[in-house]
């Protein structure tokens, strides 16, 4: 199936992605097979010569909603999503000078480059909010899938990198989950509040100018090289 204009994403940036090899494997943990998981799709399987609409990445997330009969599906798989999960882009972040500048690199890498959404700071005094702005093609489901899968792996990510340290403030949501969320607060480690006005992480802008321990400029400028 050859590259469309209408909504269709190579394999490059979906099934090749880390993240959607990383679900494929947490798919197979859940004993939910590559039919089950394909079914009603346009593909066979997940492979570097096929490419995947927006409605097949749908009904691959749907698919294994039924399939494992779990509405906070999301967060179980986004918790096994460290810093590595993520490729290249995190990898720079993870090396650069400050959280502040993490945040950036981030916001650029993803902006450009994510067939779903765009990210967007805005700062106060006391505060980071990188809010997540879907575009306007993207289904509810995959929306809930990716804000879920999102916030469970920041708080992963927190936890590994900062050990205790008080990093993020809580975590904003425009809906209410169809489950408690108290039950998300649980599970990361972090508030989450529901019914806000967007969604997004809201960080402590304390810690954001404070020098990165793991810094490596070597790396980092290798990284950035990788993402031109």
């Given at each position: 199936?050859?590259?469309k204009?209408?909504?269709y994403?190579?394999?490059?940036?979906?099934?090749?992605?880390?993240i959607?090899?990383?679900?494929?494997?947490?798919?197979?943990?859940?004993?939910?097979s590559?039919?089950?998981?394909?079914?009603?799709?346009?593909?066979?399987?997940?492979?570097?010569?096929?490419?995947?609409?927006?409605?097949?990445?749908?009904?691959?997330?749907?698919?294994?909603?039924?399939?494992?009969?779990c509405p906070?599906?999301?967060?179980?798989?986004?918790?096994?999503?460290?810093?590595?999960s993520?490729?290249?882009a995190?990898?720079?972040s993870?090396?650069?000078e400050?959280l502040?500048?993490?945040?950036?690199i981030?916001?650029?890498?993803?902006?450009?480059?994510?067939?779903?959404?765009?990210?967007?700071?805005?700062?106060?005094?006391?505060?980071?909010?990188?809010?997540v702005?879907?575009?306007?093609?993207?289904?509810?489901?995959v929306?809930?899938?990716?804000?879920?899968?999102?916030?469970?792996?920041?708080?992963?990510?927190?936890?590994?990198?900062?050990?205790?340290?008080?990093?993020?403030?809580c975590?904003?949501?425009?809906?209410?989950?169809?489950?408690?969320?108290?039950?998300?607060t649980?599970?990361?480690?972090?508030?989450?509040?529901?019914?806000?006005?967007?969604?997004?992480?809201?960080?402590?802008?304390?810690?954001?100018?404070?020098?990165n321990?793991?810094?490596?400029?070597?790396t980092?400028?290798?990284?950035?090289?990788?993402?031109k």
């Amino acid at each position: 199936m050859a590259q469309k204009d209408n909504g269709y994403i190579m394999t490059r940036s979906l099934a090749a992605n880390p993240i959607v090899e990383n679900f494929v494997a947490f798919a197979r943990d859940l004993d939910i097979s590559m039919d089950v998981l394909l079914e009603g799709t346009q593909l066979d399987t997940i492979n570097p010569s096929s490419a995947a609409s927006l409605t097949d990445l749908e009904t691959i997330i749907a698919n294994a909603y039924r399939a494992s009969d779990c509405p906070h599906l999301a967060i179980l798989f986004g918790k096994r999503l460290n810093i590595y999960s993520h490729g290249t882009a995190a990898i720079a972040s993870l090396t650069c000078e400050s959280l502040d500048q993490s945040i950036d690199i981030l916001i650029q890498y993803l902006s450009q480059n994510s067939p779903l959404f765009t990210l967007k700071r805005s700062d106060t005094r006391q505060h980071i909010f990188l809010e997540v702005h879907f575009k306007e093609d993207i289904s509810p489901l995959v929306k809930k899938f990716t804000i879920e899968t999102g916030i469970a792996s920041t708080a992963t990510i927190v936890k590994s990198l900062f050990r205790g340290q008080s990093v993020v403030e809580c975590f904003k949501l425009d809906y209410q989950p169809d489950y408690p969320s108290e039950w998300i607060t649980r599970e990361t480690g972090i508030e989450v509040r529901t019914k806000q006005p967007t969604n997004g992480i809201l960080y402590y802008k304390t810690e954001s100018s404070k020098e990165n321990p793991y810094k490596d400029s070597i790396t980092h400028q290798k990284m950035l090289a990788l993402l031109k």
